[in-house]
């Protein structure tokens, strides 16, 4: 696909990304796109490769190889160079529903598995997805066309993150009248409340919400399903229901000193602020949350640098983030061939700006918490830190980190944010509707299957497999739907 010399004759050349001093002013986007004739160039350097593991989505070595949607990589890319974007729209929404979304937050596992990265740098795959939806959406390609027939059967989704979009999108199109539940006030769950706005831009969020609604798609936001309404009286109204209400139950760190105020859990403050700034049509931004504070960010991973990113642009006064684990390093090692997920420093958005702004990376690695201090007012004023260091459990033979004996320093800390992951599924959805959980608080479902122990409930996303990538919540929702309408129909053809 591509040129056949392709990658050879043209380098790997992406869209402008406006400079940290410029983009911290404020919450908007700044990625931009190439000019179309730069970007089919890109589209040209797709290798044709025997083999395309961009597009497998296979596990190795315990870590996805390749995107987890199948998209048609090599035929796309071969259409973006020959300038047909309304045939790579089309061959791209064969397996993919959402890829303005992905191609802004996704971490590009095509890429990691391109063949071409093996020697020189990857396709720009995820930049071409993106214009390729861009384009389609600019020209009108992109319509919310309601089935021709419908089934005459009812689905409720819970929860409109990633999967729940996705499982009603598949469902609605099938025929089957699909009605999504949200607990808060505007659609979009993860993608709306846990993802700044100049990573994800929130009307993007709208404007494919507005499609999927002319498609007969129907929003119930400000409904928690567990609470607001039971689970019982649900299963009562419709035919299947779709539990996709995320992994919300986020990890905390139980240190003395947990209770002072100025501690939140970093979901909790990227949702808040990116509602105040909704709430006022990005006219009044809440400075006073960060403004000439140090900030702590406990935990690295995406959600970690988001905090770093949104704090600076709050005007924070330092900010530092502590990782558990040793620096990654900086090229592949031997033990971690392509195409396995390359396991290498990654130094995001946030961390660049914290650089620019205060002179130096704000990750502390092999560290973590034992105390918080307190001021007067219970304010938390300050953090007691402790090294830590690779041990070997003589009986389970596992790895564990363990603080360092007389490593302990205490540092500023005037807002601290838990950026540690998440436990799994709150146990009150699940309860409402007499689901199981698993050990490790998912719904609980066969091997390979999206249905509980009742058939009438299915369940997709990160409540079912656990804390993961957008891509894979859109791949839950998609195989969740089929599961759902084979169970309707007696047969499926999504």
Not at 212 to 224: N, Q, S
Not at 405 to 420: F, M
């Amino acid at each position: 696909m591509g040129k056949p010399t392709g990658f050879l004759e043209y380098e790997r050349k992406d869209g402008p990304v406006e400079a940290p001093g410029e983009r911290i002013r404020d919450f908007k986007e700044f990625h931009g796109q190439l000019p179309e004739k730069e970007q089919r160039l890109q589209g040209a350097r797709c290798m044709e490769c025997g083999v395309p593991f961009c597009q497998s989505g296979m596990m190795i070595a315990g870590m996805a190889s390749g995107c987890p949607l199948h998209n048609l990589v090599p035929e796309m890319n071969d259409l973006v160079w020959h300038g047909n974007w309304e045939q790579a729209y089309v061959r791209l929404t064969k397996t993919h529903c959402f890829p303005e979304f992905t191609s802004r937050v996704c971490p590009a596992l095509c890429e990691a598995a391109c063949t071409c990265g093996l020697h020189a740098a990857p396709v720009s795959t995820k930049e071409n997805e993106r214009a390729v939806i861009e384009y389609a959406f600019a020209h009108g390609l992109v319509k919310g066309e309601a089935p021709r027939v419908r089934t005459g059967k009812k689905v409720a989704v819970v929860g409109s993150g990633p999967a729940g979009l996705s499982a009603a999108w598949y469902l609605n199109k099938r025929g089957h009248s699909v009605t999504v539940y949200e607990r808060h006030d505007r659609p979009g769950g993860l993608l709306r409340y846990g993802i700044p706005n100049m990573k994800l831009d929130k009307s993007l969020i709208d404007r494919r919400i507005r499609v999927m609604e002319e498609a007969g798609i129907r929003f119930l936001c400000g409904v928690d399903v567990g609470k607001d309404v039971e689970g019982k009286e649900l299963l009562s109204q419709y035919d299947r229901v779709v539990l996709a209400g995320g992994a919300s139950h986020p990890r905390d760190i139980s240190v003395p000193g947990r209770d002072a105020k100025g501690i939140f859990f970093a979901v909790d403050f990227l949702g808040n602020v990116t509602k105040r700034l909704l709430d006022s049509g990005f006219e009044q931004v809440p400075y006073e949350l960060a403004k000439g504070k140090h900030v702590l960010v406990i935990g690295g991973g995406d959600t970690g640098n988001d905090c770093v990113g949104t704090a600076i642009r709050l005007g924070a006064a330092s900010v530092t983030q502590l990782e558990m684990m040793p620096k990654a390093p900086e090229h592949r090692l031997a033990s971690n061939p392509w195409p396995e997920w390359p396991k290498v420093l990654k130094t995001d958005y946030g961390q660049e700006e914290a650089i620019y702004k205060f002179g130096q990376d704000p990750r502390v690695y092999q560290t973590t918490v034992t105390e918080f201090k307190k001021g007067k007012d219970g304010t938390v004023c300050g953090a007691v830190l402790v090294s830590l260091e690779p041990k070997k459990d003589e009986k389970t033979g596992r790895m564990s980190m363990v603080p360092v004996a007389g490593t302990e320093r205490e540092v500023p800390a005037e807002l601290v944010l838990i950026a540690a992951g998440f436990l799994g599924s709150e146990g009150y959805i699940a309860d409402s509707f007499g689901v199981k959980l698993n050990a490790r608080t998912n719904v609980e479902t066969a091997p390979g299957s999206y249905r509980t122990a009742d058939e009438r409930i299915f369940t997709a996303g990160d409540m079912h497999r656990g804390q993961s990538l957008v891509v894979w919540a859109i791949e839950e929702g998609k195989e969740a739907a089929r599961e759902a309408d084979e169970s309707l129909m007696g047969y499926t053809n999504l």
